[in-house]
């Protein structure tokens, strides 16, 4: 799923050709991508966009006019591609904006699933419908992310996914950001030292910005993960083979090395034999041995 970086990198690159002429045609959307159909979709015809905008891993596009929301979301398999004037796209994408000039936005969705979703909405409707998501993950800083973590004893790859918490990053970015930061994927929010959390919070930014920068000169996602989807390969800092476990319906990556003191994570005992409060007790030992 495109995380902040990616979502970003996509605001940057649409933010000047969807503002640069008037909507001629919206839609049609597909049944199932369409969310919303009150304003419906003709409301945005002869409206000018003010631009795009992110929040989490959604894109906005305002009017100009301060009216209307077209909110977006991609959710794992849908992309956005603007089309110049005359360039061929898809014939039946799941959702069409036409401009005047003759350029198109065009969402498309691989697969049969249809997960994406467009929303119309008022500016107060958008509002509520993205009040649930915690701070933008991009420049939060150790002050309010020790405050984050300390407000919720939760394991760490399960507290940066939640957008609740702390909104922008899925699983691929909380693979890197964890290596990069070398903590465990299984360590308890609260229990964090400060230069835990000083360490996490310079990670977050770093491995965002570094992403974001690889994406925005096209970069792959080979060329972009150093650990996420690299089972086996050597870790880039220690050349230990990277491991996996599966959690929470997500499959975590991680250097057993760097990050579990050569400990293997397993789905349900944290590490290999150990229940979560021997887990949490070896956290601590860690950290104290660490300080020392
Ligand atoms: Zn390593």
């Known amino acids: 799923m495109p995380e902040l970086p990616e979502v970003e990198a996509w605001r940057r690159a649409l933010d000047g050709p969807v503002s640069a002429f008037p909507i001629e045609r919206a839609g049609p959307a597909h049944i199932a991508t ?38 977006v979301h991609l959710m794992t398999a849908g992309r956005l ?62 002050a309010r992310v020790g ?17 609740r918490l702390i909104a922008g990053i899925g699983r691929a970015w909380a693979n890197e950001i964890l290596h990069h930061a070398k903590l465990s994927p299984f ?22 910005a570094r992403g974001l920068e690889l994406r925005e000169r096209g970069a792959k996602d080979a060329q972009v993960y150093r650990i996420h989807d690299r089972l086996g390969e050597p870790c880039p800092d220690c050349g230990t083979p990277i491991a996996r476990v599966d959690y929470e319906e997500h499959t975590i990556y991680y250097c057993p090395r760097c990050q ?9 005992f944290g590490f290999k034999g150990r229940n979560w409060d021997e887990v949490a007790m070896a956290s601590k030992r860690k950290t104290r041995r660490g300080k020392g």
Do not use: C, M, N
């Open 260 to 268: 579990t003191g050569g400990r293997r994570l397993t789905p349900y």
């Open 147 to 163: 405050e984050i973590l300390a407000a919720h004893s939760r394991r760490l790859h399960s507290l940066l996914r939640d957008q």
């Open 34 to 71: 369409l969310k919303t159909f009150d304003p419906p979709l003709s409301t945005l015809e002869g409206r000018r966009l003010a631009g795009a905008e992110r929040r989490a891993k959604r894109l906005l596009f305002p009017t100009d006019d301060g009216e209307l929301v077209l909110l």
């Open 81 to 142: 591609r603007y089309l110049r004037p005359g360039e061929k796209g898809p014939k039946t994408p799941a959702f069409r904006l036409g401009f005047t000039d003759g350029a198109e936005l065009v969402l498309t969705e691989a697969g049969s699933k249809k997960r994406a979703g467009v929303w119309l909405l008022t500016p107060e409707a958008a509002e509520a419908e993205l009040a649930h998501l915690g701070p933008d993950a991009l420049g939060l800083g150790a």
């Open 187 to 208: 360590a308890l929010s609260a229990e964090l030292s400060p230069e835990e959390i000083a360490r996490l919070a310079a990670a977050i930014d770093e491995e965002l």
